[in-house]
Nanobody, 111 residues
Framework: QVQLVESGGGLVQAGGSLRLSCAAS????????MDWYRQGPGKQREWVAT???????NYADSVKGRFTISRDNAKKTVYLQMNSLKPEDTAVYYC?????WGKGTLVTVSS
């Protein structure tokens, strides 16, 4: 059974940075695309970014130019580097891949 565990969330001031990690179990990590989603207070869960098995990223327009998704297949880990954070980035961030979701990590951006 695949397990995804996010970490790296916290409280940061607007303009600051955070790096999220998602550690995965399972031997099929390297051949799967991995996604980050987020759900802000009172909002629906929304897609943030995807990285293909070959390392090609795609981003939602709302984070393009500020967030960077990357992966380390040897460590079975996907990252989300978040720069120039805004209060509207406040959300629980979830990792998804291999048919599974993580439990999320909370990011709070203060103004």
């Amino acid at each position: 059974q695949v397990q995804l565990v996010e970490s790296g969330g916290g409280l940061v001031q607007a303009g600051g940075s955070l790096r999220l990690s998602c550690a995965a179990s399972g031997s099929i990590f390297s051949i799967n695309a991995m996604d980050w989603y987020r759900q802000g207070p009172g909002k629906q869960r929304e897609w943030v970014a995807t990285i293909s098995s070959g390392g090609i990223p795609n981003y939602a327009d709302s984070v393009k130019g500020r967030f960077t998704i990357s992966r380390d297949n040897a460590k079975k880990t996907v990252y989300l580097q978040m720069n120039s954070l805004k209060p509207e980035d406040t959300a629980v961030y979830y990792c998804r891949g291999m048919g599974s979701w993580g439990k999320g990590t909370l990011v709070t951006v203060s103004s």
